[in-house]
């Protein structure tokens, strides 16, 4: 499943838009209150709006076999989550065939770098900022996670990624997936901050239009 955008609400837009432009150095268009974050074939879109509860949890897909390399060129940018145990990259469950780096973006969103091994995007030359491939992953706090991965599989064609549990239901595949966890719980690594209850909007391929509780909607290209 590919994700095309994702739309948030930023506290101080530009401010943010400084972040993903002269930190990270991404390009960012800036069109009256609105920035839209270039993200290899995807984009970032942030509009203005009020302070919320909880933060964004948003991946980006990097080359297969990158991360060291990520690491080592993100460090030099931002400080990178840890555990508490100073561990500052974490693999995954043996079927995503995954190991991630996170950090902090704006309005403490959990940002992360993941490197998925079983997709053919290697490269042969030192990473850089052209090498963040697209959108991966969005976080969604629910209710009931169960439910709302049952709901997803129904109306959008969607299955779990992995065996479901109530405590962590990522649906789609490697290529894009939903995250979707209680909406009391906090984000990994730092377990700080929950899932933020603020709009959220995501473009992806899906075949129709979905509202996943109060905050989030999923849509389809050209809606």
């Given at each position: 499943?590919?994700?095309?955008?994702?739309?948030?609400?930023?506290?101080?837009?530009?401010?943010?838009?400084?972040?993903?432009?002269?930190?990270?150095?991404?390009?960012?268009?800036?069109?009256?209150?609105?920035?839209?974050?270039?993200?290899?074939?995807?984009?970032?879109?942030?509009?203005?709006?009020?302070?919320?509860?909880?933060?964004?949890?948003?991946?980006?897909?990097?080359?297969?076999?990158?991360?060291?390399?990520?690491?080592?060129?993100?460090?030099?940018?931002?400080?990178?989550?840890?555990?508490?145990?100073?561990?500052?990259?974490?693999g995954c469950?043996?079927?995503?065939?995954?190991?991630?780096?996170?950090?902090?973006?704006?309005?403490?969103?959990?940002l992360e770098?993941?490197?998925?091994?079983?997709?053919?995007?290697?490269?042969?030359?030192?990473?850089?900022?052209?090498?963040?491939?697209?959108?991966?992953?969005?976080?969604?706090?629910?209710?009931?996670?169960?439910?709302?991965?049952?709901?997803?599989?129904?109306?959008?064609?969607?299955?779990?990624?992995?065996?479901?549990?109530?405590?962590?239901?990522?649906?789609?595949?490697?290529?894009?997936?939903?995250?979707?966890?209680?909406?009391?719980?906090?984000?990994?690594?730092?377990?700080?901050?929950?899932?933020?209850?603020?709009?959220?909007?995501?473009?992806?391929?899906?075949?129709?239009?979905?509202?996943?509780g109060e905050?989030?909607?999923?849509?389809?290209?050209?809606?």
């Open positions: 499943m590919k994700i095309h955008d994702v739309q948030i609400t930023a506290t101080d837009v530009p401010a943010a838009a400084r972040f993903y432009s002269e930190t990270l150095g991404l390009p960012v268009q800036l069109d009256g209150d609105r920035a839209t974050v270039r993200i290899g074939d995807s984009t970032l879109t942030m509009l203005p709006g009020p302070a919320y509860h909880g933060a964004h949890h948003i991946a980006f897909t990097i080359p297969a076999g990158s991360l060291d390399a990520a690491k080592e060129w993100l460090s030099a940018r931002v400080a990178l989550q840890t555990d508490g145990q100073w561990h500052d990259e974490f469950a043996p079927n995503w065939q995954a190991r991630s780096i996170y950090f902090t973006g704006p309005d403490d969103a959990v770098l993941i490197e998925r091994n079983i997709l053919d995007n290697r490269i042969d030359h030192p990473f850089g900022i052209n090498d963040i491939r697209h959108l991966s992953e969005v976080g969604f706090g629910v209710s009931d996670v169960l439910e709302t991965q049952r709901l997803i599989r129904d109306k959008l064609g969607l299955l779990p990624f992995g065996e479901p549990t109530p405590g962590f239901g990522p649906v789609g595949d490697h290529d894009g997936l939903f995250i979707l966890v209680p909406s009391d719980i906090t984000w990994r690594p730092e377990y700080r901050m929950p899932p933020a209850a603020a709009p959220t909007i995501v473009t992806a391929d899906v075949p129709t239009a979905l509202d996943i905050h989030y909607a999923i849509q389809p290209l050209g809606a």
